[in-house]
């Protein structure tokens, strides 16, 4: 087995994990984000106002993690979201998506999930 080293990331502008996980692991050359959600750094409550502000609030606390590491969306090859109502909020989901992402894309998953208390959760792949 090769040997590999292992960096966890804490991003000072993120909210703080809500369980038992790191921000984002760094191993062979990638940062691996934990899934974030749409939680104001700030203020520690969750963003309202729909899918897209949540949306947005989500990739701003991403942002953090990438800015804790010297990267940028640009670097994205891969992003898992996962959506409360798939079907009703892809499209604004997507377009504010868009805000922060640009093409060339980097791949994605996108699918609908039991989500508590939330209605957007997003993490990336990233290549260093």
């Known amino acids: 087995m090769a040997n590999t080293t292992i960096k966890h990331v804490t991003a000072k502008g993120a909210p703080a994990p809500g369980g038992s ?61 996962h959506l409360q109502n798939c079907v009703a909020d892809f499209a604004e989901y997507d377009k504010v998506y868009r805000e922060f992402l640009s093409a060339p894309f980097p791949v994605r998953t996108t699918v609908g999930s039991d989500l508590i208390n939330i209605l957007v959760e997003i993490d990336f792949v990233v290549a260093l």
């Open 21 to 81: 996980y790191s921000h984002g692991v760094i191993a062979n050359g990638f940062l691996y984000t934990c899934g974030m959600g749409p939680v104001d750094p700030a203020t520690g409550k969750i963003v309202e106002g729909g899918v897209g502000p949540q949306t947005r609030q989500t990739l701003i606390n991403l942002k953090a993690i990438l800015d804790e590491v010297g990267a940028d969306f640009s670097q994205v090859v891969k992003t898992t979201a």
